[in-house]
Nanobody, 124 residues
């Protein structure tokens, strides 16, 4: 499976961005998907995850109410809508896929497929 993120950039605090992740090489609907992020000098951390059907989602506490994960299985696309961005959201954001399609996991080791990442920078 090949994953490719897009949509990152520089935004002021309080602004919004929408990240996209395109999947190819395997039936997208057979994957549970997630977003992780990694800031300089820090470990990769979980942001949000979504079941294959889109019926269940899970967020880390720091983004609840601000970020929304969604997917379009017909188009093979994963999204992360990020609103009310804060400087502490600055990181490289990665999409990840797991063949355990009905399991929403929040640890990197649960995901077999990864994109190259897209930089999100939030200025104060």
């Amino acid at each position: 499976v090949q994953l490719a993120e897009s949509g990152g950039g520089l935004v002021q605090a309080g602004g919004s961005l929408r990240l996209s992740c395109t999947a190819s090489g395997r039936t997208f609907s057979g994957l549970a998907m997630a977003w992780f992020r990694q800031a300089p000098g820090k470990e990769r951390e979980f942001v949000a995850a979504i079941k294959w059907s889109g019926s269940s989602t899970h967020y880390t506490d720091s983004v609840k109410g601000r970020f929304t994960i969604s997917r379009d299985n017909a188009k093979g696309l994963l999204y992360l809508q990020m609103n009310s961005l804060k400087p502490e959201d600055t990181a490289v954001y990665y999409c990840a896929g797991s063949p355990y399609s009905s399991r929403i996991a929040d640890t990197p080791g649960e995901y077999a497929y990864w994109g190259q990442g897209t930089q999100v920078t939030v200025s104060s």
